[in-house]
């Protein structure tokens, strides 16, 4: 459904406040891990949520903005760190120091309705500027705010709740870990039912560091394309792509029989979009080209020994790389194993060789190009299900792609159906070849038997 406003969208904001945490707080300084502080964390995360007027018994009546004001202060006694301001020291390297200042935190009314908004409440979101205000000078990794709230009421008696989060302090899963504690704050709950730990050592480097593994997503040997830069220099488009049980359907019916039954949903959208993004930019057939994949080592599967409660970032994204060529003229089964091998060099060895890494380099940057693409799964992290008390969101989840990183988020469409959106941003001039890419990949012939290269070389030859 499209947006059905018939006038400007316009929110009313209150004059930003800092929220403190509701008790005193230790007051010292906690050091990030070296797979927190690492360079390409080193930014802000907007994350954002849309929900109905449909309070629960207890809410009903009451005002979300004043309900989740005090429930933060109340969560941030727990949280501490995240009321802290960054530093950085000797090699680059960060820590928090807790002084209890607070997180920024603003109220609003907008004068629009969920329905109004149709379609706006997918990522990326046309509204994100009104509905998390940028407040002038709180967006600096370094003595800032390490997360800025925005609470904004509709007039239809829903509300929008948007965050920016300083990503060095947290993934996903611990970001979500946050966020449910404001919540059982908010059913009355004393403390957390999981405790927060911090704990960040566990993955630090080694002494002395030794990096054992070959990282991609870290290498710089290919000068020939560090010239693209960080910083876009060209007008970018930024939309939504939904995928739902006919369109997956139709990604698989592309794969080879050996595939089909041992291809993850992961696999096979990381794939599609990779080649898809790889044939819109029109790079030489030569040119280097890789999809990294995030892969977070918490749980039994990585014997990393992360307690329940670590909030921290616990991840790390190995890279898959192929010719460009090679990528975009074979089927799509040939990317589908480069994904495969990509996820399966994840291992305990692999993330502290990142570590090592990070220590040994000064934190030093992800490889990036317009070649380079990162994705980011984010349909468990449990934030498409956060219910503050008025029910689960329409949508919730990153508020849209971050530059080269596009998220896989849950989402479902107004007739019920449930599906992944996933916003890209890319130049404007190669947008429009993007999606007739991914529409040939829906609607076109079959070519899962077409092979012309088997990916049996190395991730990459540089």
């Known amino acids: 459904m499209a947006s059905k406003l018939g006038q400007v969208f316009s929110v009313k904001r209150q004059s930003p406040e800092l929220i403190v945490p509701a008790r005193p707080t230790p007051r010292e300084v906690k050091q990030l891990s070296d797979?927190?502080?690492?360079?390409?964390?080193?930014?802000?995360?907007?994350?954002?949520?849309?929900?109905?007027?449909?309070?629960?018994?207890?809410?009903?009546?009451?005002?979300?903005?004043?309900?989740?004001?005090?429930?933060?202060?109340?969560?941030?006694?727990?949280?501490?760190?995240?009321?802290?301001?960054?530093?950085?020291?000797?090699?680059?390297?960060?820590t928090v120091d807790c002084t209890g200042e607070g997180v920024l935190f603003i109220e609003a009314d907008a004068?629009?309705?969920?329905?109004?908004?149709?379609?706006?409440?997918?990522?990326?979101?046309?509204?994100?500027?009104?509905?998390?205000?940028?407040?002038?000078?709180?967006?600096?990794?370094?003595?800032?705010?390490?997360?800025?709230?925005?609470?904004?009421?509709?007039?239809?008696?829903?509300?929008?709740?948007?965050?920016?989060?300083?990503?060095?302090?947290?993934?996903?899963?611990?970001?979500?870990?946050?966020?449910?504690?404001?919540?059982?704050?908010?059913?009355?709950?004393?403390?957390?039912?999981?405790?927060?730990?911090?704990?960040?050592?566990?993955?630090?480097?080694?002494?002395?560091?030794?990096?054992?593994?070959?990282?991609?997503?870290?290498?710089?040997?290919?000068?020939?394309?560090?010239?693209?830069?960080?910083?876009?220099?060209v007008p970018m488009d930024h939309k939504p792509f939904y995928f739902g049980p006919k369109e997956i359907s139709a990604l698989r019916n592309h794969l080879p029989l050996h595939l089909i039954n041992n291809c993850s949903l992961f696999d096979l959208l990381t794939a599609c979009l990779w080649r898809c993004r790889?044939?819109?930019?029109?790079?030489?057939?030569?040119?280097?080209?890789?999809?990294?994949?995030?892969?977070?080592?918490?749980?039994?599967?990585?014997?990393?020994?992360l307690?329940?409660?670590?909030?921290?970032?616990?991840?790390?994204?190995?890279?898959?790389?192929?010719?460009?060529?090679?990528?975009?003229?074979?089927?799509?089964?040939?990317?589908?194993?480069?994904?495969?091998?990509?996820?399966?060099?994840?291992?305990?060895?692999?993330?502290?060789?990142?570590?090592?890494?990070?220590?040994?380099?000064?934190?030093r940057s992800k490889y990036v190009t317009k070649g380079n693409f990162i994705v980011s799964d984010n349909t468990r992290s449990g934030l498409a299900e956060l219910d503050l008390g008025w029910g689960q969101p329409l949508y919730g989840g990153p508020a849209g792609a971050v530059s080269l990183i596009s998220f896989y988020m849950k989402y479902q469409k107004s007739e019920g159906e449930n599906g992944i959106v996933v916003p890209i941003c890319l130049p404007l001039s190669a947008m429009k070849r993007f999606e007739e890419e991914i529409k040939k990949m829906i609607q076109g012939p079959i070519t899962k038997n077409l092979h012309i290269k088997k990916p049996n070389e190395p991730l990459c030859k540089l």
Not at 65 to 78: P, T
Not at 329 to 353: R, T
């Open 307 to 363: 307690p329940p409660g670590y909030y921290g970032n616990a991840f790390a994204y190995p890279a898959a790389c192929s010719k460009a060529g090679l990528l975009t003229k074979n089927p799509l089964g040939y990317a589908v194993e480069l994904v495969k091998q990509a996820k399966a060099q994840m291992s305990e060895e692999y993330i502290k060789s990142v570590a090592d890494l990070m220590v040994i380099t000064g934190r």
């Open 111 to 233: 004068n629009s309705t969920l329905e109004m908004l149709g379609d706006a409440i997918e990522p990326p979101c046309p509204y994100l500027g009104d509905l998390l205000y940028n407040v002038p000078g709180s967006d600096a990794i370094l003595g800032c705010p390490l997360m800025l709230i925005q609470v904004t009421r509709l007039i239809c008696g829903g509300f929008i709740f948007a965050l920016r989060l300083n990503h060095t302090m947290c993934d996903a899963p611990g970001l979500f870990q946050f966020l449910k504690t404001i919540k059982e704050m908010i059913c009355g709950a004393d403390q957390p039912s999981l405790m927060p730990v911090w704990q960040r050592k566990i993955l630090n480097a080694r002494a002395p560091p030794q990096v054992s593994r070959f990282h991609h997503e870290y290498n710089t040997t290919d000068i020939d394309n560090l010239n693209d830069g960080v910083v876009p220099t």
């Open 278 to 305: 790889t044939a819109a930019l029109e790079l030489d057939s030569h040119e280097n080209v890789r999809v990294s994949c995030l892969v977070n080592v918490r749980g039994k599967r990585f014997n990393m020994q």
């Open 35 to 94: 797979i927190d502080d690492q360079e390409s964390l080193r930014f802000q995360v907007p994350v954002i949520f849309f929900y109905k007027n449909d309070p629960s018994p207890t809410m009903k009546g009451r005002d979300p903005v004043k309900v989740i004001r005090e429930a933060i202060g109340r969560a941030l006694v727990f949280y501490y760190p995240l009321a802290g301001r960054l530093r950085e020291g000797l090699n680059r390297k960060l």
